[in-house]
T-cell receptor, first 113, second 114 residues
Framework: GNSVTQMEGPVTLSEEAFLTINCTYT??????LFWYVQYPGEGLQLLLK?????DKGSNKGFEATYRKETTSFHLEKGSVQVSDSAVYFC????????????FGQGTTLQVKP | DAGVIQSPRHEVTEMGQEVTLRCKPI?????LFWYRQTMMRGLELLIY????????DSGMPEDRFSAKMPNASFSTLKIQPSEPRDSAVYFC????????????FGEGSWLTVV
């Protein structure tokens, strides 16, 4: 079935470092892809999304490109801040299976000053 | 605008007791989702509704769990009887129109069953 796999965390970086969080997916057809972020004690918030191959989603300095050839949607940011410390979830919209949004297991990012 | 509102935010209950979690979706949204988050299993979709009708409840773990949506502005998730393994954060979320739209999450109900 459809699934999402993220790199395991925690990822610990110093402020202003470059961030990559890997995400790969397995799906039939052409799913929409999402990154959600969860700050401590809060619910998930949409960070960015891409709905077709080669689309690039971007928000708050974060970017991710929908790569169909490698079935990937890696999250990147050029210079992280302490305030970016959170859990990041990659997800795909499973249009072929009653419309479920399938989440990866989440990757914890810790940014140190 | 108010977001998705959940209550209670935190609940501690004894094993065997009934637990009711409540959710008010964003006004105008016609899809409502219940998710459960645990360290072991991550984020799991339990059930979702469209126009107050349950569409997919295949994620509901067992008969102890039930969910209702009596109207467009209110839903409940009930656990009876509760067990320690039900301890988790339960999120309600909603969206409108095309289900592929952005899903908005509430802040969660943190349940501890002792």
């Amino acid at each position: 079935g459809n699934s999402v796999t993220q790199m395991e965390g925690p990822v610990t970086l110093s402020e202003e470092a470059f961030l990559t969080i890997n995400c790969t997916y397995t799906a039939t057809g052409y799913p929409s892809l999402f990154w959600y972020v969860q700050y401590p004690g809060e619910g998930l918030q949409l960070l960015l999304k891409a709905t077709k191959a080669d689309d690039k989603g971007s928000n708050k300095g974060f970017e991710a490109t929908y790569r169909k050839e490698t079935t990937s949607f890696h999250l990147e940011k050029g210079s992280v801040q302490v305030s970016d410390s959170a859990v990041y979830f990659c997800a795909l919209f499973d249009s072929g299976n009653t419309g479920k949004l399938i989440f990866g297991q989440g990757t914890t990012l810790q940014v140190k000053p | 605008d108010a977001g998705v509102i959940q209550s209670p935010r935190h609940e501690v209950t004894e094993m065997g007791q009934e637990v009711t979690l409540r959710c008010k979706p964003i006004s105008g949204h016609d899809y409502l989702f219940w998710y459960r988050q645990t360290m072991m299993r991550g984020l799991e979709l339990l059930i979702y509704f469209n126009n107050n009708v349950p569409i997919d409840d295949s994620g509901m773990p067992e008969d102890r769990f039930s969910a209702k949506m009596p109207n467009a502005s209110f839903s409940t998730l009930k656990i009876q009887p509760s067990e320690p393994r039900d301890s988790a954060v339960y999120f309600c979320a909603s969206t409108s129109g095309d289900i592929r739209n952005t899903i908005y999450f509430g802040e969660g109900s943190w349940l501890t069953v002792v």
